[in-house]
Structure formats: C-alpha cells, structure tokens
C-alpha cells in the first residue's frame, strides 16, 4: 500500500503572485489611511449664517487676516451692533467691539434724496 499525501506540492512563486502579493498588501495600506482619514473630526464652520429672533438678528464672519470666527449681534431698538470672538486658549467669549449704529443716519436725516425744484439725472435719455 502506497500512502498518498492530500496536499498539493509546493509551487515556486512566479512574478504573477508576487504582483497580486503587492497590490493586495498597498490595498489594505489605503483601506487602513481612509479609515484613519474618515475618523478625524474635521472643523465646523458656521461662515455665513443668520438668524433672526425678535429685535436681534445674529451673523457669523471670519476675519481675512487671521483664522478666527466672529459673532455678530445686532439689536434694532437699541441701534447697536456688538462683536464677539471666542478665545481658544481661554475658552471664554470675549467682547471686541461695540458700535452705535445711530449715528449712521443723523447726517442724512432731513434731506431728500434730489434738491427741490430739480429733477433727477435721466442717465443720457431725453425726455
């Protein structure tokens, strides 16, 4: 009685598994890099948002020079406009400016938009 293995024999790798080795191995390299990409919490930004309750309308804004967000609030009766910016390294919300928005019309109050007795440019058309 012969005895008969059930394996098979051993092969030699020829350059076709070597290829499928790589590409599976830099395959589960990617898997693993979109993985770790996926899980990082990316930023919120809030850039161009507005609400409006009661006499108060609030904006959000960013500043050009510096990486930061700002919230504008704006309080119609009181013809105000305050500016705040969180401080990360205080983690409190700072004030940064008010302003009085009721100085913006005092000059204009009592004057119309054309003189009296004059009519308005017609832009180049003739009457």
């Excluded at 919300?93 to 440019?121: K, N, Y």
């Amino acid at each position: 009685m012969t005895t008969e293995s059930t394996t098979p024999a051993a092969r030699p790798v020829d350059a076709r598994d070597f290829a499928i080795g790589v590409l599976s191995i830099t395959a589960m390299i990617l898997l693993v890099g979109v993985i770790l990409v996926s899980l990082q919490p990316t930023p919120v930004r809030a850039s161009g948002m507005t609400v409006s309750a009661g006499a108060y309308t609030m904006t959000v804004g960013q500043s050009a020079s510096v990486d930061e967000e700002f919230l504008y609030v704006l309080d119609g009766p009181a013809e105000k406009m305050i500016a705040y910016r969180f401080n990360t390294t205080r983690q409190t919300i700072d004030v940064i400016q008010g302003i009085d928005l009721s100085g913006l019309r005092a000059p204009t109050a009592g004057q119309s938009a054309t003189p009296a007795g004059r009519r308005p440019p017609t832009r180049g058309r003739r009457p």
